[in-house]
């Protein structure tokens, strides 16, 4: 069976080619820009390439009884709408995807707005959304023969790629920047066998040396710049949609790093539409930290006509970016569904990602920048009380323990850093105490905690 209907089209000039035909950096010879997966044959109305709407969401709904090993993945379960492979029976899969969307009860009371859900993508297999993409990035690179893959990364991207490469039997090759990456994901990585190589230089260093190394070795990139990992990576916009029967919310809410995510999404929002899936398409928007926020700058400055690289600071080590490879990708999805780029300071992600810790959530960090977003878009006006938002928490709270354990210590913010919000972060901090073995003791505890 060939499953193969897509070709790549550059993003900046437009210019088509095979997949066969990408470079090994996967920047287009005409014009250097990146470049998506299309699918000529969704494009004619009536032609037996494109997808019947109705069909599909039965199909889809049928597999979730399936017993087959490819309909237990979130991913694959939508492979119509992912024909990237010459054979499906290539897809390597840790049964990704299919992460469950919340309802995040207290702080929707605390907003006023009715309709609030976290899409928690760090359920996934190795703890994050990254996971969605792998599986499919990977799955053509063992279709495809490679025996090397290898990634830059902020931590995420190398654990799943890791995971991935060891499933699919290949060798795989990790570039990180030393100290910058928490330890949980660095760990993952090990575990699965990835060659690390911990550099004196930042993600965005890691990303400019690994570009080089892949044009001097058959090594394949698996970093965002591979439209494959975007293909998987917007599946999680066909779960969302199908958790709202089919009507989309009407604002999603990303993290923005290196701008992958949210471009992904968007595709995936924007192919549902195309197809006749969904009747409109959800606002999007991006959040940044504030010490990495080369996206909100551009926007403000140029309109996204261009992009200033940074030297990125922020705790939340997974989007610490400065010159985002997917910019335009993510400027351009969020001006076209009317979305917005903010950013967001240190104690706000802190405040944010305890206040998901205290609904029985979690997350790491740079996905609690969304609930922050959120917060100032509520004040100022942006959101209504009566709009349905998802939040997509990017990774699972485990993966950044010592980023906790700082903030319910106290040793996480500095005094400046704090200002305005002490009183929050006090109600929200909660300390391991060292308590005597008595009963006495343990009970007094309790009291001291009470509210
Ligand atoms: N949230 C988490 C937890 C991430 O790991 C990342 C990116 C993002 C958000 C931002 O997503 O880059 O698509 O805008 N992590 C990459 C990595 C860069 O190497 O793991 P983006």
Redesign the pocket.
């Known amino acids: 069976m060939n499953d193969n209907l897509h070709q790549l089209r550059c993003f900046g000039c437009g210019a088509r080619i095979s997949g066969a035909e990408a470079q090994p950096d996967f920047r287009c010879a005409v014009c250097g820009d990146l470049f998506e997966v299309e699918y000529p044959g969704w494009s004619q109305p009536q032609g037996h390439d494109r997808p019947n709407p109705g069909a599909l969401k039965w199909l889809w709904r049928e597999r979730r009884c399936s017993s087959e090993s490819l309909d237990h993945s979130g991913v694959w379960r939508f492979r119509e709408l992912l024909p990237i492979l010459e054979s499906f029976g290539n897809a390597v899969t840790l049964r990704e995807g299919n992460t469950p969307l919340y309802p995040l009860t207290r702080a929707s009371k605390a907003l006023g707005i009715d309709q609030l859900y976290a899409k928690h993508q760090?359920m996934n297999p190795t703890g994050?959304?990254?996971d969605t993409g792998m599986t499919a990035a990977m799955s053509v690179a063992k279709e495809r023969g490679f025996e090397w893959v290898a990634?830059?990364?902020?931590?995420?991207?190398?654990?799943?790629m890791a995971a991935y490469a060891a499933r699919a039997g290949l060798r795989s090759l990790v570039l990180i920047p030393e100290g910058k990456i928490a330890w949980g994901?660095l760990s993952q990585a090990m575990d699965y066998g990835a060659v690390t190589c911990q550099l004196k230089a930042d993600?965005d260093g890691c990303l400019t040396l690994l570009t080089e190394i892949v044009k001097q070795a058959p090594i394949y990139l698996l970093?965002?710049v591979n439209p494959y990992r975007l293909e998987g990576?917007k599946t999680p916009a066909f779960e969302i949609a199908e958790a709202f029967d089919w009507n989309v919310p009407d604002h999603l809410i990303?993290?923005?790093?290196?701008?992958?995510?949210?471009?992904?999404l968007g595709k995936g929002f924007r192919e549902m539409k195309e197809l006749g899936l969904v009747a409109r398409m959800p606002r999007i928007s991006?959040i940044q930290a504030a010490g990495a926020n080369p996206l909100v700058r551009s926007l403000a400055e140029s309109h996204g006509a261009a992009l200033e690289p940074m030297e990125a600071h922020t705790r939340?080590t997974?989007?610490r970016?400065g010159n985002?490879a997917?910019w335009r990708k993510?400027a351009r999805i969020i001006q076209d569904t009317g979305g917005w780029c903010l950013d967001v300071t240190e104690a706000e992600i802190a405040v944010a990602k305890a206040e998901l810790g205290a609904e029985g959530l979690g997350?790491?960090p740079?996905?609690a920048v969304t609930l922050a977003g959120l917060k100032k878009l509520r004040a100022q006006g942006s959101v209504a009380g009566g709009e349905s938002v998802v939040l997509v928490l990017?990774?699972h709270t485990l993966?950044d323990a010592d980023y906790t354990i700082d903030f319910h210590r106290g040793t996480l913010l500095g005094d400046e850093e704090k200002a305005g919000l002490e009183t929050e972060i006090d109600g929200l901090r909660r300390n391991a105490q060292v308590v005597e073995a008595t009963a006495g003791a343990v009970l007094a505890a309790m009291k001291g905690n009470a509210g």
Do not use: D
């Open positions: 760090g994050s959304f990254k990634c830059a990364s902020t931590g995420n991207t190398s654990a799943a994901k993600f970093n965002s990576q990303v993290p923005g790093g290196n701008l992958g995510n949210s471009s992904a991006v939340a997974a989007i970016i985002p997917s993510a997350c790491e740079a996905s990017t990774g993966k």
